[in-house]
């Protein structure tokens, strides 16, 4: 109960200064449309220069994809802590460092809270509109379930979640998916084995063994 229940409301409080920006973005929208674009192989099918006028939330490795200089989408978001909590010479940390120029400076970054210190001690995203989230503990019915992002939201199952969470905070009325099909479970995992993450670009990632992460 602590852990799900008590600890998320003391991170509520202890962030509230940062997280009550987010009131800026509730139900801005009053309805309207949201696509929100994962990374998935279909995507690499798609015409997204079809989307640059619509408002768009993408996800973490989502500037690699060549197509997206046709469009730049409303939100991108980084939900997951890893960017961030890893040595300073890892592959994702790396990564994350080189995410303001890769990233239009129109769209606004939506960034875990607990990565806060880390991207102001960096200087990152100076021209970038920057809102923060709090993903803590699990979804479940014996919880209180909350989508308010002025307050700690729980622990999304992958980061597509994260974004319709997103597009409901905002408003919008009518949220589509496009390439958010994944093969990931279906593969054996494990140390020694390969990861064989799928997705619409080219991810340096899936060329690396799992010893990598599990040692």
Known sequence: ???????PRLLSFKYRGVLSKNLALKNKQNGGRCFIVASGPSVS???LGCLKNESSIVFNEFDKLSKTKEFVPTFHIFADTCYFTEAPDH??????????????P????????FGKT?????N????HKINYVLPYGIISQYFGFNID??????????????GIMLAVYSGFKEIY???CEHGFLAQPIGIGKSLTYQHSYNDALANFSQTHFFL
Do not use: C
């Not at 880390?118 to 960096?122: K, L, P, R, Y």
């Open 1 to 7: 109960v602590f852990k799900h229940v008590v600890y």
């Open 45 to 47: 099918q798609l015409d």
């Open 91 to 104: 592959y994702l940390t790396q990564q994350f460092l080189n995410k303001p120029n890769a990233i239009d």
């Open 106 to 113: 129109k769209t606004n970054v939506i960034i875990n809270a």
């Open 118 to 122: 880390f991207v102001e001690s960096n």
């Open 124 to 127: 990152l995203f100076r021209n």
């Open 149 to 162: 992002l002025d307050k700690v939201v729980p622990w999304p199952k992958n980061s597509v979640i994260m």
């Open 177 to 179: 998916l496009l390439g």
